[in-house]
């Protein structure tokens, strides 16, 4: 059974599953970018008209259309290819066996700070931003300024400046004394 959630970026929606998605973690994929792609669930999904990109975790997948598209099509087009994959294979989309990459988006680090500011992002920020169907990656830090990307549907969300600013700006200046201020790549 697949379910959908709205999100906080009008532009991207959640579908969860109760089988496994992925398991390999979140990885997404960009419609520009889908001669590079070799499995073809995502292949077909990037093909739908007005789809833009594609994040996948482990029990859940958002989508992000483009401005102008609008969700009654591509919703219950998303749905059909979720379930008639699930009805034929027990498999996840994204498997181990299928993807020969598998690593994490956590940066390991000899500097005890970056390896603070991962700790943070990977138990307190990125839970709650993959509850809105997103995720967020450590670029890196320098002079007390973090840098990350936004990914899914936080990728240009109306509403991730803020989040940014008041949610991870916030708690990365609680938790990890060397840092002053967030940014967005």
Not at 82 to 91: A, E, Q, T, V
Request: glycine share 4%.
């Amino acid at each position: 059974m697949i379910y959908t959630e709205n999100t906080p970026n009008p532009n991207a929606v959640k579908f969860l599953s109760n089988k496994v998605i992925s398991e390999i973690g979140t990885k997404e994929f960009q419609k520009e970018k889908i001669d590079k792609i070799k499995n073809e669930f995502v292949k077909n999904l990037l093909s739908v008209e007005g789809v833009e990109l594609i994040l996948f975790s482990k029990n859940f997948l958002s989508v992000k259309k483009e401005e102008k598209a609008s969700w009654d099509s591509i919703k219950p087009t998303v749905i059909s290819h979720l379930n008639d994959y699930f009805n034929s294979k027990n498999d996840p989309i994204l498997s181990k066996k299928e993807l020969e990459v598998n690593h994490s988006e956590t940066v390991k680090s000899n500097n005890e700070v970056i390896n603070q500011i991962n700790e943070v992002l990977d138990t307190k920020i990125r839970p709650a931003v993959a509850k809105d169907g997103g995720d967020i990656k450590f670029i890196s830090f320098e002079n007390g300024i973090v840098k990350v990307q936004l990914k899914g549907s936080c990728s240009g969300c109306p509403s991730s400046l803020m989040t940014l600013k008041q949610g991870v700006q916030n708690l990365l200046k609680h938790y990890v004394k060397d840092v002053n201020s967030v940014e967005a790549i």
